[in-house]
C-alpha cells in the first residue's frame, strides 16, 4: 500500500490553512487549527472530531482521490470544525449552519457523502455465503473474529447462517 509522502501532507495542511483563512475573513475571527492525522481506515473519508478539533482522514481514499478529497473531502470536514467552533454542540451534523459555510464560505456544494470506490480501503475484507444462490457477504474482522469464536450470524433473506469463504487480499 502506498503511504502518503511528506508532500502530499504538506498540501493536505496547506488545503486546511487555505478553508480556515476564508473562514477567517468571512467571519472575522481567528480559529484555533486542527490536528491532523491520517489514520481513518474503512469506507469513510473523513472525520472530524469537533471536541478535539481534530481531522481524521482515510489515507488510502486520498492517494486513490487526490484533487477531489483535497477540495470536497477536507472542505466538508473543516467545515464541521468552523461550525462547531462558531455554533457550538447543539447543531445538527449537516445543518444549516454546516451548508452555509460549505456554499457560502468555502464555494462548495453541501454534500453529505463521497462517491469514492472504496474496494480498496474496505474494512469488510471476509467474505461469507448463505444459501442464498450466488450472494456473498462481507463481514469485518471484527464480526469475523466473532464468528470463529461462534457468534453465529444469519443472511437476512434465507435466514441462513452465514459460512466463512474467503478473505479478500489488500
Same mark, same amino acid.
Given at each position: 500500500?502506498?503511504?502518503?509522502? !511528506?508532500?502530499? %501532507?504538506?498540501?493536505?495542511?496547506?488545503?486546511?490553512?487555505?478553508?480556515?483563512?476564508? /473562514?477567517?475573513?468571512?467571519?472575522?475571527?481567528?480559529?484555533?487549527?486542527?490536528?491532523?492525522?491520517?489514520?481513518?481506515?474503512? @469506507?469513510?473519508?473523513?472525520? /472530524?472530531?469537533?471536541?478535539?478539533?481534530?481531522?481524521?482522514?482515510?489515507?488510502?481514499?486520498?492517494?486513490?482521490?487526490?484533487?477531489?478529497?483535497? @477540495?470536497?473531502?477536507?472542505?466538508?470536514?473543516?467545515?464541521?470544525?468552523?461550525?462547531?467552533?462558531?455554533?457550538?454542540?447543539?447543531?445538527?451534523?449537516?445543518?444549516?449552519?454546516?451548508?452555509? %459555510?460549505? @456554499?457560502?464560505?468555502?464555494?462548495?456544494?453541501?454534500?453529505?457523502?463521497?462517491?469514492?470506490?472504496?474496494?480498496?480501503? !474496505?474494512?469488510?475484507?471476509?467474505?461469507?455465503?448463505? !444459501?442464498?444462490?450466488?450472494?456473498? =457477504?462481507?463481514?469485518?474482522? =471484527?464480526?469475523?473474529?466473532?464468528?470463529?469464536?461462534?457468534?453465529?450470524?444469519?443472511? /437476512?433473506?434465507?435466514?441462513?447462517?452465514?459460512?466463512?469463504?474467503?478473505?479478500? !487480499?489488500?
Amino acid at each position: 500500500m502506498f503511504q502518503p509522502s !511528506s508532500s502530499d %501532507i504538506s498540501t493536505i495542511e496547506l488545503r486546511v490553512g487555505e478553508l480556515y483563512c476564508q /473562514a477567517e475573513r468571512h467571519f472575522l475571527k481567528r480559529f484555533p487549527r486542527p490536528t491532523i492525522t491520517m489514520n481513518l481506515r474503512g @469506507e469513510t473519508a473523513g472525520q /472530524a472530531w469537533t471536541e478535539k478539533n481534530l481531522l481524521r482522514l482515510n489515507k488510502q481514499l486520498f492517494l486513490e482521490n487526490r484533487e477531489h478529497f483535497l @477540495e470536497h473531502t477536507i472542505g466538508h470536514e473543516v467545515a464541521h470544525l468552523v461550525a462547531h467552533q462558531l455554533f457550538g454542540r447543539n447543531i445538527r451534523p449537516h445543518g444549516k449552519e454546516w451548508q452555509f %459555510i460549505m @456554499e457560502q464560505v468555502f464555494h462548495l456544494p453541501a454534500n453529505r457523502t463521497h462517491s469514492y470506490n472504496t474496494q480498496n480501503a !474496505s474494512k469488510r475484507p471476509f467474505l461469507y455465503s448463505c !444459501s442464498c444462490e450466488g450472494k456473498t =457477504i462481507p463481514l469485518s474482522t =471484527i464480526r469475523h473474529n466473532r464468528a470463529v469464536k461462534g457468534t453465529v450470524y444469519l443472511c /437476512a433473506q434465507c435466514r441462513e447462517p452465514l459460512t466463512f469463504v474467503e478473505q479478500i !487480499s489488500a
